[in-house]
Every structure is written in C-alpha cells, then in structure tokens.
C-alpha cells in the first residue's frame, strides 16, 4: 500500500485556497472551492476532494476556468433562475446559485435553476445538503450526453456516450445528519477511479470495460482507452439520459450533433406545503423506524443516506485527512509552480473555526 500523509482540514483548507489564489482566484472565491474540496474529504468522497486541485490547475492554465469570475443571472422570475457561470469554478458558481435558489425559494415556495458555462462542481451532495439546512428539500444534477461526450457506454452500447451524470437529493431531518442521496448513474464515479489508482487498488467487478470492451478491475485499463457501465443496467442508462435532458433546460444542446448537456438544481420549501418542524420530526421518525429494521448476515446495522457521511465526517474532523504521497506530491508540485509555500504557518484563525 502506497503511504499516506495526515493533515488537519483547516491545512488542506489553507493549501488549496494558497495555491488557487497563486493561481488567479480571487480569495472568496478559492475558500468557498477550498471548503467544498475539505469537506468532500471530510464526508469520505476523497475523489471530489483535494485530489481534483491539480485538474483545475490545469484547466485555469489551458484557460477552461476563469478562477475569478463571477456567475450571472441571464433570466429571472419569481422562482426560476438560468445562470451564467462564465466559466468560473463551478464548485462557486453551485454554491452561488442554491444560496440563490434557496432565497427565492423561502418566499415563492420553490426555484428551479439550469446552468452553462461552468465545469466541473465537485460533490453534489454538497449542495443539496447546504438546501436540506435551510429546510429546503434540494434536488441537483447534472448530465452530459452524445457522440464523444464520456466514457460511460449505454446499455446495449460497445462504446461511450456519457459523462457519470450524477443525482444528488437532500431532505431536512432537524438535526445534524439530513437525508443526504448523491450518487453517480455510472456503477462508480470516474473519481473513485483516479482514488483506487492513487492508492495501487484494484477496482470492485463489473464497474469498468477494458479498450476490447472486455470486464477488467485495473484502473490503469480504463484511463488507456477503458470505459464506465451504468448502474442496475438500464435502469441507470435511463437515469443518465433523463440528468441531460434536464441540464438542456439551460440551452445547451445541439441539435446537429445530437448532444445535451447542463446542470438543474431545485429548491423547495417545505414550509410551503406543510409545517416544517412537524415534518423534519415526520421524517426522522420515519428514518429511525428503517434504521431499527433487524440487519441481515453479516451486517451490524441498517444505515440510511446520509448517515456513513456524517460519521466520518465527525471522526475525520478529530483525526484528520489522510492524503496519499501521490496526491501529496501533486500538491506539492503545484504550489512549487507558483512558488508559494504550504506549510502549517498558512493557517489562518478562520480556518480552524470552519471544521
């Protein structure tokens, strides 16, 4: 097994906002992609965390992310946005827009919001927890379909037609651990991929093909010309499709090349419809009464969504990250790029306060 290194949050918080600041961001902009990254670590997604900072290096160098733009409405109503990220990181340009949606959604009961022009979002989970908080239940996802649009092939298919097309659902609880479903229509999340390769790993069976289309568990065979299968066959491939048609509310579709593509959040407010407090009290009940189910063999427990995130993120908090010596490396080699240092004595009071 490859070594580890350990951090504190509030280090790799500092790190990452360092080394995006060096690299164009303004300073709000890179805590709030910092966060996003640490706390995807922090919920055990390490694929959505920090081992994305040397990609979106890459992309503020190729010039696929303007780190210091800002989103823009392009159309309004009472609860309806499309927005413009400008192509700004869309971790901030997600975080803006269900803040936004949640805002809107408190006096007109609900607010549906379609994105373009901004990459890739990190975590969905994410944002639909941040809606979940607020009392809201939040719905995000995002799609990307077509000829060459990603590696994930549709059922029946020999070749890729999708990105990984991810859903993510929050529903409020009350308490500190809100419902939270965020998963990729892939069977795994090409993240998950990069994280199995990082560490030497091999991945689970039936996840990817190799180039021949024959099954392989080698992560190094899907990044040589490998693809991703769906998950439950083709009830994932329809789930796929359905996040394209979705992100194409945003007019991001071409007709011609027969592709769609976009990012659909929604917010609604539970209050709306019914009395919020009685309902969170509603809905844990509800989760509590699931969880008590008797476990089957070779189970401790029923768990429900939401509950393996929160766990970890309380342990990880009081343990700290654990970072493999590659992705140390690569972080190392990127704030050698810029010159800047990353070390402990970058960590500001503030930092230690967000974890």
């Known amino acids: 097994m490859e070594t580890t290194h350990l951090f504190k949050p509030s280090h790799l ?28 670590n922090l919920s055990g997604h390490d694929s959505h965390g920090v081992l994305r900072i040397p990609a979106y290096i890459r992309g503020i160098n190729d010039g696929s992310i303007k780190p210091s733009n800002e989103p823009e409405i392009v159309h309004e109503t009472d609860n309806l946005l499309r927005v413009d990220g400008n192509f700004s990181f869309g971790h901030y340009v997600s975080r803006w827009s269900i803040r936004k949606a949640i805002e809107k959604a408190k006096t007109s009961g609900s607010c549906c919001v379609s994105i373009f022009n901004t990459g890739h979002i990190g975590r969905l989970g994410e944002y639909a927890e941040e809606a979940a908080h607020s009392g809201c239940i939040g719905l995000v996802s995002v799609g990307m379909g077509g000829k060459g649009a990603g590696p994930v092939v549709p059922f029946g298919g020999s070749e ?50 190799d180039k021949n289309g024959s099954p392989s568990v080698d992560p190094a065979e899907f990044y040589d010309g490998g693809s991703l299968l769906t998950f439950g066959r083709h009830k994932g491939y329809a789930l796929a499709m359905f996040t394209c048609l979705l992100g194409g509310l945003a007019g991001t579709f071409n007709v011609d090349e027969g592709s ?96």
């Open 160 to 209: 890729g037609r999708f990105s990984t097309n991810p859903i993510a659902l929050g529903v409020p609880t009350g308490d500190k651990t809100p419902f939270i479903v965020d998963y990729a229509t892939s069977v795994i999340a090409e993240g998950k991929i990069q994280v199995a390769r990082s560490k030497g790993s091999e991945l689970p069976e039936g996840c990817i093909l």
């Open 260 to 355: 769609m593509k976009g990012i659909y959040m929604q917010a609604i407010n539970v209050n709306a419809f019914t009395p919020i407090e009685e309902y969170q009290k509603g809905v844990r009940a509800f989760l509590d009464v699931i969880k008590s189910t008797t476990p089957a063999k070779g189970f401790d427990e029923v768990l429900v969504p939401g509950d393996f995130e929160a766990r970890l993120y309380t342990d990880r908090v009081k343990s700290g990250i654990e970072i493999p010596d590659s992705i140390n490396n690569q972080l190392n080699e990127c704030a050698e790029q810029y010159s800047v240092s990353i070390d402990e004595g970058i960590i500001k009071p503030e930092d230690e306060k967000r974890y």
């Open 13 to 40: 918080h500092a790190i990452t906002r360092t080394i995006f600041i060096a690299a164009g961001a303004s300073e709000h902009v890179a805590n709030d992609v910092a966060e996003i990254l640490i706390k995807a």
